[in-house]
Structures are given as C-alpha cells and as structure tokens.
C-alpha cells in the first residue's frame, strides 16, 4: 500500500512540474516578439528516425566579441521581423524597432544564441535545404525558442502566407 502513494505522490509530482514548465514557456512565447535570423548554409543530415539541420546563424564574428563568453545583442529589427543588425549591448537606450538577444561562446568559440538544430520529417531535407532563416520567439529578457525555418516564397503572391 506504501509503494501505491509513493507511485501516486511522484507521478502527480511529475505531471504538475511538467506541466508548470509548459505553462511558463507558453507565457513567454505570449510575451514575445517574432523575429528572424539569417542562417549561414548548412547541409541537412539524416537520422535513423528523420531528418536535421545543424543550425548555424549569421551573427558577428568571433573576434568581434572575443572576450565575452556570455551577453546581449542589440539588434535591428525591420518590420516583417528580419534581424538587420547587431551591436553589442552596453547599456545603450533601445529604439521602437530594436530588442535584446542573450548570446553565449560555446567551447569551441562559435555563438549560440538558440536552438543548434532543427527536427523534421524524413525526405524533406530538400524543401528545408532552402531555408534562409530561423523564425524565433524572442522574449522580452533576450532568450528565444524556436519556432521554425524561414523558406523564401517562390513568387511574390506566396509572401503574406509564408510570414
């Protein structure tokens, strides 16, 4: 009978910390701003179980920020949410079309700020081949999630659904 509450206790434990965690980011993506970011090229790889792309973005160099492992990004925003630039945050005031980006240098020196890769159905690899950008929900503290891959339209009429 021990065993059963114990059960009892820790799945209810489980599904309510679960469940919190799902509560917050659906808070923070209802606070955020989309935005997007260039992605330099990559090539699509192949899983047992589907498909990836390695996600590697078109942010300032390494040497731009060379002895900074973890800050913010001023950025640029146009207002169909493409990133346009970025500066290095130092307190500077923050203008209507511009946010904040968390940034950090992982070991080997690239900066990530978001996702590093992106899940998709087995045999689409070509279709997302032709990505130019992630599509990010940037909150208002600089951390994004990832909502998907920007894929230009092939004919201007398609650009209204595509954003």
Not at 8 to 13: R, S, Y
Not at 59 to 65: A, D, F
Not at 80 to 85: E, M, P, T
Not at 131 to 159: R, V
Request: aromatic share 12%; no cysteine; charged share 25%.
């Amino acid at each position: 009978m021990n065993l059963v509450k114990i059960l009892i206790v820790g799945g209810l434990f489980i599904l309510i910390t679960l469940n919190s965690l799902i509560l917050n980011k659906e808070k923070e993506i209802a606070k955020s701003q989309e935005i997007k970011v260039a992605l330099s090229p990559v090539d699509p790889r192949s899983l047992i179980q589907g498909d990836y792309m390695r996600l590697r973005y078109k942010v300032p160099s390494q040497n731009y920020i060379k002895d900074i492992n973890k800050g913010k990004f001023l950025i640029t925003i146009d207002d169909k949410g493409f990133v346009l630039d970025y500066q290095l945050y130092k307190d500077q005031m923050i203008k209507k079309n511009q946010a904040l980006l968390n940034f950090r240098r992982k070991k080997w020196g690239n900066i990530f700020i978001g996702s590093e890769s992106y899940l998709f159905e087995e045999g689409k690899a070509d279709y997302y081949a032709k990505a130019t950008h992630a599509i990010f929900y940037l909150s208002p503290t600089g951390s994004t999630i990832l909502k998907g891959l920007y894929i230009p339209p092939k004919n201007p009429e398609q650009i209204k659904d595509n954003l």
